[in-house]
């Protein structure tokens, strides 16, 4: 879960420094490059607040592997865009997918991880992103660097698929909470 949290921030928080390499590529101003950054943040405060509504109805397994997927598949489809159109539609779907993320990683550790031990659990998942500014920007920076801005979501689509087959074999179905659901009016 930790790992997830890891990908995710680093895959965030990697556009600013990226951003004198994409204005140059991309031939855009820095108001077209803010919108580039802002639109994984708005992207993924929309979905959130639209699958605060309906998320809880489904297996958090299921829920978490969709997201991840359609994440890895955003942070891809960022490596293979073309023009800043296209970069800027391939931020909008990964916050979509992105945003969420964070949310489930935290409903997964409150639901499966014993009351006494929870503290202990959130605080080993929250490393993730000292870990992912520390180690993770500086990595991808470097894989940038190395082999172009391509390189760092390339590497975030690889990583999002390796969890993803770790999740379907490691993290067994995540139900419970749909058993013990308030019936609303």
Same mark, same amino acid.
Request: proline fraction near 5%; hydrophobic fraction near 50%; charged fraction near 10%.
């Given at each position: 879960?930790?790992?997830?949290?890891?990908?995710?921030?680093?895959?965030? $928080?990697?556009?600013?420094? /990226? =951003?004198?390499?994409? #204005?140059?590529?991309? &031939?855009? %101003?820095?108001?077209?490059?803010?919108?580039?950054?802002?639109?994984?943040?708005?992207?993924?405060?929309?979905?959130?607040?639209?699958?605060?509504?309906?998320?809880?109805?489904?297996?958090?397994?299921?829920?978490?592997?969709?997201?991840?997927?359609?994440?890895?598949?955003?942070?891809?489809?960022?490596?293979?865009?073309?023009?800043?159109?296209?970069?800027?539609?391939?931020?909008?779907?990964?916050? $979509?997918?992105?945003?969420? /993320? =964070?949310?489930?990683? #935290?409903?997964?550790? &409150?639901? %499966?991880?014993?009351?006494?031990?929870?503290?202990?659990?959130?605080?080993?998942?929250?490393?993730?992103?000292?870990?992912?500014?520390?180690?993770?920007?500086?990595?991808?920076?470097?894989?940038?660097?190395?082999?172009?801005?391509?390189?760092?979501?390339?590497?975030?689509?690889?990583?999002?698929?390796?969890?993803?087959?770790?999740?379907?074999?490691?993290?067994?179905?995540?139900?419970?909470?749909?058993?013990?659901?308030?019936?609303?009016?």
């Amino acid at each position: 879960l930790a790992s997830i949290q890891f990908s995710s921030i680093v895959d965030f $928080m990697i556009m600013m420094p /990226l =951003g004198p390499q994409l #204005m140059r590529l991309f &031939s855009i %101003s820095p108001h077209q490059f803010g919108l580039l950054v802002s639109s994984y943040t708005l992207c993924a405060g929309l979905s959130g607040f639209v699958a605060s509504f309906f998320i809880d109805k489904y297996d958090r397994k299921n829920c978490l592997l969709f997201f991840l997927l359609g994440f890895g598949a955003g942070t891809v489809a960022c490596a293979l865009s073309p023009t800043y159109e296209t970069l800027l539609l391939a931020r909008g779907l990964t916050g $979509m997918f992105g945003g969420v /993320l =964070g949310s489930l990683v #935290m409903s997964i550790v &409150s639901d %499966s991880i014993a009351y006494e031990r929870r503290g202990s659990a959130m605080g080993i998942v929250m490393t993730s992103f000292s870990l992912a500014s520390v180690f993770g920007v500086p990595f991808s920076l470097y894989l940038a660097n190395m082999s172009g801005w391509h390189t760092p979501f390339i590497f975030l689509g690889v990583i999002a698929l390796f969890i993803c087959i770790g999740i379907w074999f490691v993290i067994p179905p995540m139900r419970d909470h749909l058993e013990h659901q308030i019936n609303e009016p």
